[in-house]
């Protein structure tokens, strides 16, 4: 319960007020924006400062029933990122600014058995507009994903919540 409630506040906190797209296309290798994501579960969440963005990871009931490796099939795990900014009244704060981008990972191994199990998508912008220009962009995303082979693709660790 505590695990939802905080999702809840998180998104309530740092989603920016604007529009969205409504109903976001699919991305080039088929795989639909994941609708139900605001309702799954903070896996864990990031700075990334090479990138300069903060990064919230969440779970969906799979991948929480299971948080651990190796992830079993049907484990959806998406990463929303937005770009990070200080404020001069409270400059040793690192906060979300301006949202950038939707990833996600679906734990498929018979229909991504060349992404080590693992099928990959993402959604830029307030439009959410599908990344890559056909099938094959997904081979940039496992390329990166590579480096985490030994904890089955993923780079995060769940959190500990007491």
């Known amino acids: 319960m505590f695990k939802k409630i905080f999702s809840c506040w998180l998104f309530a906190l740092i989603l920016p ?7 976001p296309l699919p991305s080039p290798n088929g795989i639909q924006f994941p609708s139900s ?3 799954w579960r903070v896996l864990t969440f990031f700075h990334r400062t090479d990138m300069e963005d903060l990064r ?20 959806s795990i998406v990463k929303i ?6 404020r001069s009244h409270f ?3 690192i ?15 018979t229909k991504f058995p060349k992404t080590g ?27 990166c994903h590579l480096l985490a082979k030994d ?8 959190l500990s919540m007491p």
Request: include cysteine; proline fraction near 6%; charge should be negative.
């Open 17 to 23: 007020l604007g529009t969205w797209a409504d109903t």
């Open 37 to 39: 994501y605001k309702d």
């Open 56 to 75: 919230l990871v969440l779970g969906n009931n799979i991948a929480m029933d299971a948080v651990h490796q190796p992830w079993p099939e049907g484990t």
């Open 81 to 86: 990122v937005w770009r990070t900014e200080t």
């Open 91 to 93: 400059g040793s704060a």
């Open 95 to 109: 906060i979300p600014d301006r949202f950038i981008e939707i990833g996600l990972m679906i734990k498929d191994k």
């Open 117 to 143: 199990g693992w099928g990959f998508a993402q959604w830029s912008g307030r439009t959410l507009t599908p990344y890559g220009e056909n099938q094959h962009f997904e081979k940039v995303c496992f390329g």
């Open 151 to 158: 904890s089955d693709y993923v780079f995060v660790k769940p």
